[in-house]
Every structure is written in structure tokens, then in C-alpha cells.
Nanobody, 124 residues
Framework: QVQLVESGGGSVQAGGSLRLSCAAS????????MAWFRQAPGKEREGVARISTGGGGAYYADSVKGRFTISQDNAKDAVYLQMSSLKPEDTAMYYCAMGGGVCYTFGEWAYKTWGQGTQVTVSS
């Protein structure tokens, strides 16, 4: 059974940085699409960044471009989200998600496995 476990969330002041980690286990070989989503209180969950384990570029929501970087370490079955220049509006629960090999959408239907989330709180 595939499992995703996020870590690295916390509280930080505006302008600060955090690095989220997502450890994957139990999945079969083959390219996967790994993504980070977030959900702020009272708002819908939104895609933040995604990357294919098979290579290719990373994709970002406009709201985080230039501030967030998604990366992967296939040897460790891990995906990371480096977040810099954090803003109060980045406050949310952040989720790691795994989809199939095609990595072209933030549509939640494409992601079959989700982690439990890690909270990020940015104070002004």
C-alpha cells in the first residue's frame, strides 16, 4: 500500500523559509507525478507545485512562482518543497500527493494517494 508522509511544517515570520519533505513508500516502479497542494481555512484545496519522477520540468501555481521550488530525490523516494519569501497568505495545510505517470494537471482526480498534511503558518 502506497503511503506518503509529510514533514517540515511549522510557524515562521513573513519573509522566512521552510522546507517540506514528503517520504513515499510502498509504490511500484514507474514514473509518477508528485505534487504539493495546500488548503487554507475556508478555502478550497489548490495545487502549488508538481513534478514528474521521470524527469521534465516542474510546474507552479502563479501565486508561488519564483518563491517555491519542488525537487525530488528518487534514491530516497522523497519529494521536497522549498518555500522562500513566505507570506501570511501562504498559511495552509500542505499535502503531498502522488499520481500516475502523466503530469499535466493539478486536478485532484489525477492524484490517487495523499498524505495527511503538514501545517504551515506564516505570521506578519
Amino acid at each position: 500500500q502506497v503511503q506518503l508522509v509529510e514533514s517540515g511544517g511549522g510557524s515562521v515570520q513573513a519573509g522566512g523559509s521552510l522546507r517540506l519533505s514528503c517520504a513515499a513508500s510502498g509504490y511500484t516502479s514507474g514514473n509518477k507525478c508528485m505534487a504539493w497542494f495546500r488548503q487554507a481555512p475556508g478555502k478550497e484545496r489548490e495545487g502549488v507545485a508538481r513534478i514528474s519522477t521521470g524527469g521534465g520540468g516542474a510546474y507552479y501555481a502563479d501565486s508561488v512562482k519564483g518563491r517555491f521550488t519542488i525537487s525530488q530525490d528518487n534514491a530516497k523516494d522523497a519529494v521536497y518543497l522549498q518555500m522562500s519569501s513566505l507570506k501570511p497568505e501562504d498559511t495552509a495545510m500542505y499535502y503531498c500527493a502522488m499520481g500516475g505517470g502523466v503530469c499535466y494537471t493539478f486536478g485532484e482526480w489525477a492524484y490517487k494517494t495523499w498524505g495527511q498534511g503538514t501545517q504551515v503558518t506564516v505570521s506578519s
